[in-house]
Antibody, heavy 118, light 108 residues
Framework: QVQLVQSGAEVKKPGASVKVSCKTSGYTFTGYYMHWVRQAPGQGLEWMGRINPNNGDTNYAQKFQGRVTMTRDTSISTAYMELSSLRSDDTAMYYC???????????WGQGTLVTVSS | EIVLTQSPGTLSLSPGERATLSCRASQSVSSSYLAWYQHKPGQAPRLLIYGTSSRATGIPDRFSGSGSGTDFTLTISRLEPEDFAVYYCQQYGSSPLTFGGGTKVEIK
């Protein structure tokens, strides 16, 4: 069965960076895109971008261009999302979500809470 | 960017009643690439509907989706106690992918 296990909660200061991992199992890691979606407290869902684990190709939402970096390690079937220059409004739950060539999301990671506070 | 507007913001209904949720897009959604998710506190979102009207695996048939172009609807024919949650629509026909702001279905 598909499993997506994300790294634990993080507390960061404004201006710092955070790197969240998503270890996958139960499917062919390189056969599916990996997206990152976040939800700030009391807010809706927000798509950040996606990576093609097969070749590393990325597509980021314009809002996050220059601040987000999505990478992967195919040897351990793990995807990463790094967000830099953190601000208080980056406080959110971050989810990794794989998809096929049509970008709807059957499976979700358990989420990683990132808190940005001085 | 396609903006999705969901209405109403909150729907207060009793178990057994019918729920009708709306999702309106600022421009036509390509190939009816519209999905619906259910989200409960402390859990990850759950896919209900994709491709406007196809139910995801394991989703009961009381959930149905319809629509085209810019207007889409999620209908829950008879609310069960476990259906009270927040529902989001998502378009995946064009980049960036976008979600609606959500409709909360609460117990009246």
């Amino acid at each position: 069965q598909v499993q997506l296990v994300q790294s634990g909660a993080e507390v960061k200061k404004p201006g710092a960076s955070v790197k969240v991992s998503c270890k996958t199992s139960g499917y062919t890691f390189t056969g599916y895109y990996m997206h990152w979606v976040r939800q700030a407290p009391g807010q809706g869902l927000e798509w950040m971008g996606r990576i093609n684990p097969n070749n590393g190709d990325t597509n980021y939402a314009q809002k996050f261009q220059g601040r987000v970096t999505m990478t992967r390690d195919t040897s351990i079937s793990t995807a990463y999302m790094e967000l830099s220059s953190l601000r208080s409004d980056d406080t959110a739950m971050y989810y990794c979500v794989p998809s096929g060539t049509t970008y709807y999301f059957d499976y979700w990671g358990q989420g990683t809470l990132v808190t940005v506070s001085s | 960017e396609i903006v999705l507007t969901q209405s109403p913001g909150t729907l207060s209904l009793s178990p057994g009643e019918r729920a009708t949720l709306s999702c309106r897009a600022s421009q036509s959604v390509s190939s009816s690439y519209l999905a619906w998710y259910q989200h409960k506190p402390g859990q990850a979102p759950r896919l209900l509907i994709y491709g406007t009207s196809s139910r995801a695996t394991g989703i009961p048939d009381r959930f149905s989706g319809s629509g085209s172009g810019t207007d889409f609807t999620l209908t829950i024919s008879r609310l069960e106690p476990e259906d009270f949650a927040v529902y989001y629509c998502q378009q995946y026909g064009s980049s960036p992918l976008t979600f609606g702001g959500g409709t909360k279905v609460e117990i009246k």
